[in-house]
């Protein structure tokens, strides 16, 4: 399920922002923040877990990677307000899809 102000597919894969397709008459999706705004802390959590849950199970990080990943994005100095500075992904969901890497150079998980 994909929605016009969502950065991401239940799918597991985090949207770049590029327009669909590569064609380039497709609308821009808007940023991640949008997938936020005018919501508070206790909805965005339902929302981002929404997005978590609909990770097919083949494709989601174990439970204890999880952790293990997110303890790791906690002291982060890139870390801020459950999103990451240098990629712009809110942590919860980029830790949750096994395929996901860290953005940082060198890579932190």
């Known amino acids: 399920m994909k929605t016009p102000h969502s950065d991401f597919s239940p ?3 985090i949207n770049d922002g590029s ?14 923040k949008c997938l936020i705004e005018g ?8 929302k981002l877990q929404e997005f978590i849950d609909a990770i097919e ?11 293990d990943r997110l303890s790791v994005c906690e002291t982060c100095p890139q870390l ?10 809110f942590v919860l969901y980029r830790a949750a899809t096994a395929r996901n890497s860290c953005p940082d150079l060198p890579k932190r998980w």
Do not use: F, K
């Open 11 to 13: 799918a597991g894969d």
């Open 19 to 32: 327009p669909a397709g590569g064609n380039s008459s497709a609308p821009r999706i808007p940023c991640r």
């Open 39 to 46: 919501l508070n802390e206790a909805e965005v959590m339902a």
């Open 57 to 67: 199970p083949s494709r989601r990080t174990p439970d204890d990677v999880y952790r």
């Open 80 to 89: 801020s307000g459950g999103m990451c500075r240098l990629c712009g992904c």
